[in-house]
């Protein structure tokens, strides 16, 4: 059973008053300050606009949980890793991996068994492929001297590609 909490947030009416969501060339905008998401699906602009109030309407009902998301999407997907165990089988070769995620046995699949290296390097004389895409946005900070991740320690603030 989905619980729905009722009670709207100052949030919400914040948003309602203030953030009109409009459609141009087949588009929704969010015009949440310096928010430049757009997306041509409302269930997904429904989704990010959460990000920014915050609120979580879907309630964990099994075990005495209680836990609440965002979306129905992260409770069902709540739900089936921790309290109903669902897990996704490899049977590419006698693999028998398991994974939380149908994404990720795909992804297990296309990288470990099929070999597939859909992200390429763009950069002149590089022309690196990798399997995720996550590790070309990792690969091409090397090209950019991009470092995000501060250390904290001591005051460090010494800066790297990864997060440690």
């Known amino acids: 059973m989905v619980q729905h909490l009722d009670n709207p947030s100052k949030h919400d009416k914040m948003l309602n008053n203030c953030h009109i969501i409009i459609k141009s060339d087949d588009y929704l905008h969010c015009f949440w300050p310096k928010c430049k998401y757009k997306t041509k699906l409302r269930g997904d602009f429904n989704r990010h606009h959460s990000t920014h109030t915050g609120v979580k309407q879907f309630k964990c009902d099994l075990n005495n949980c209680n836990k609440v998301f965002n979306t129905i ?49 763009n950069e002149e004389n590089c ?38």
């Open 73 to 121: 999407s992260n409770l069902n997907r709540h739900k089936n890793r921790f309290h109903l165990n669902v897990r996704f089988i490899c049977n590419f070769n006698e693999c028998h991996k398991s994974f939380t995620s149908k994404f990720a046995l795909n992804q297990h699949k296309s990288c470990v068994h099929l070999n597939e290296r859909n992200f390429k390097c």
């Open 127 to 164: 022309g690196k492929i990798f399997s995720r895409k996550f590790s070309l946005i990792q690969h091409k900070r090397i090209h950019s001297g991009e470092k995000p991740f501060n250390c904290h320690f001591n005051d460090c603030q010494k800066k790297f590609l990864h997060k440690i």
